[in-house]
């Protein structure tokens, strides 16, 4: 069992170097509106939206959120579950929040 504190028996730091900061990709103006509408749509639904429901409220007349959702899965933001056409087949990734916490987004 490992003590907590300072003494003897204490693994040393020195020589380590500090894990890299990671760099998040940026987000067009629109793509952070889909994401925050995404977290938000979560928050009070306790599920995701569909691509449908996205395209709506992004004002969008096509039926499609490929022009929303694609972009951000390619950056890292959201992740596509499921088999198939699912519905409801996205999720917030931890780089999604973490983007989501640096737009001032608290969770």
Known sequence: ???SGGGKGRASDKGRAPAPLKVLPAL?????????YI????ARHRHFPTHREITSAMGSTSTTAAMYVDPLVEKGYL????????ARNIRITADGLERLRLMGVTM
């Open 1 to 3: 069992m490992r003590r």
């Open 39 to 42: 977290f938000n749509y979560y």
């Open 79 to 86: 992740v596509r579950t499921g088999v198939g056409r699912q």
């Open 28 to 36: 067009t103006e629109k793509q952070g509106e889909c994401l925050l």
